[in-house]
């Protein structure tokens, strides 16, 4: 049996006197796109913080490639986190960087590539999201809502990892550059082999992208499976969010079953 790219056992939070994680279980297999999904204050970016190894639980541990994410010593937990990619929900691009220095920034943090390879890697990147060389030298502030979301998945991507971890990838687009974006998402993570994990409130998204979903609530995965698993568990968030009328039109759509 293959070693689980994300396994978390008995982890807990606290923030002052409040529990948001307690006891929470969650293991992600190798080539799965799972969606996390959970109520506004559910924990589910404190979470995905966490993976990424910018907030330490109070209890528990997380494991990334069958190996502890924190411990060991500098060097292999920096060789660990070249092994994951994170896009977050409004792209943190660098404002004084220009396209291409931000995608070139995590390549040049390695001190491992020149600039003519480091040229070449960013405008293959720039392809791989549908961008030309010429993007490369927009700012920031010049981007679309859209083309943010590509130039960070282009910088998610830059270190060939293994791992892409997604917070609320498709927030603050329109319906059809959401789609657009899904898609990229999805043909990427088919031609790299990709373990996605994805934080989302949006059942476009989940049905699109989505082999499994975990459903977080009462401070733990209340719940893991195939999304048609899922929604017909009796529970008041899992009903509210899978059995709206716009819910069962998505997964309609995608090709979910709905009784």
């Not at 109520?39 to 907030?55: C, F, P």
């Amino acid at each position: 049996m293959s070693v689980p790219v994300i396994r978390i056992q008995d982890l807990a939070t606290r923030f002052g006197d409040v529990w948001v994680h307690n006891g929470l279980n969650l293991e992600v297999a190798r080539g799965e796109l799972v969606s996390l999904v959970g109520g506004s204050g559910s924990g589910k970016t404190t979470l995905l913080r966490q993976i990424i190894g910018l907030l330490l639980p109070n209890r528990g541990s997380i494991e990334l490639f069958g190996e502890p994410l924190f411990g060991g010593g500098v060097a292999r937990e920096r060789a660990l986190r070249q092994r994951f990619g994170v896009l977050f929900q409004h792209g943190a691009l660098f404002s004084a960087f220009n396209v291409f220095d931000n995608i070139a920034f995590p390549l040049r943090e390695l001190k491992r590539y020149d600039e003519d390879a480091i040229h070449d890697l960013v405008m293959l990147k720039l392809s791989m999201v549908e961008l030309l060389p010429r993007h490369g030298r927009l700012m920031p502030a010049e981007l679309s809502g859209g083309m943010v979301k590509r130039v960070a998945l282009a910088r998610a991507l830059a270190l060939e990892p293994e791992l892409l971890l997604l917070d609320e990838p498709t927030a603050g687009l329109d319906p059809d550059r959401s789609d657009c974006f899904v898609r990229l998402i999805r043909m990427l993570s088919e031609e790299l082999g990709l373990t996605v994990m994805l934080v989302t409130h949006d059942l476009d998204t989940l049905a699109a992208l989505s082999t499994r979903v975990a459903v977080l609530a009462e401070q733990r995965i209340l719940a893991y499976g195939l999304a048609e698993e899922i929604m017909h568990i009796d529970h008041p968030f899992i009903r509210n969010f899978f059995l709206s009328e716009r819910s069962v039109r998505a997964l309609h759509h995608s090709g979910h079953i709905v009784f």
